[in-house]
């Protein structure tokens, strides 16, 4: 099994690469998504988020509301970090435990979509780093258009993460994506021949 880590700044289009993959028949594991269920899941956790940022971060039925939490830790830089302590080694461990899963099942290509793959020290887990970049002007246009959040919010959110250029010093492919996304598809697909040549053999769909 080939594992592909997937990474990029928001909004440089890993959601929209790791859709396309699936389509090509990869499984895919959304860290997002991991922290999601957390947060949700996970009374523990719960209570150190809310025991770190206060009563102001729960929705009227006192579940954490993540627009609130993100306008904290994306102004604040050390809130980010105290958030990711408090996530990241648990999303690493469920990361690790679905990736052993899969493998089991004699999946082919899995994919592991995480904004923060290389801050985090996640490159272990992958036996490869694709990397999404846009322009910080795509990026913006594109991220303002579909999440509905103003220019301000969306560069301190952009702003929070580690540049370009740093990311894809780890980059065994770069995927640019600041072209259509015909241009897009037909970079993943010859990305995803060379990885079936190599030896990870998902189904692809006709
Ligand atoms: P985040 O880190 O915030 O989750 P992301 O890197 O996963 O962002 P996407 O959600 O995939 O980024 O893309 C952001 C927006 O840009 C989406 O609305 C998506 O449909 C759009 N988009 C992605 N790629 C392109 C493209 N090549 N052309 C036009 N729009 C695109």
Known sequence: MKVIGLTGGIGSGKSTVAQYLAKLGAVIIDADKIGHEILKSDAEVRRKVVAAFGRQILDPGGEIDRQKLGEIVFNHPESLSLLNQLMHPLMYDIAKTRIEEYRQQGVGVVVLEAA???????????????????SEANALKRLQKQRGLTEEQTLARLRSQLSSEERIKHANAIINNDGDLDEMKTRVRELWLRLQSQGGRNSSPD
């Open 116 to 134: 923060l793959l290389v801050e985090i020290g996640w490159t272990s887990l992958v036996d490869e780093l694709w990397v999404t970049v846009a």
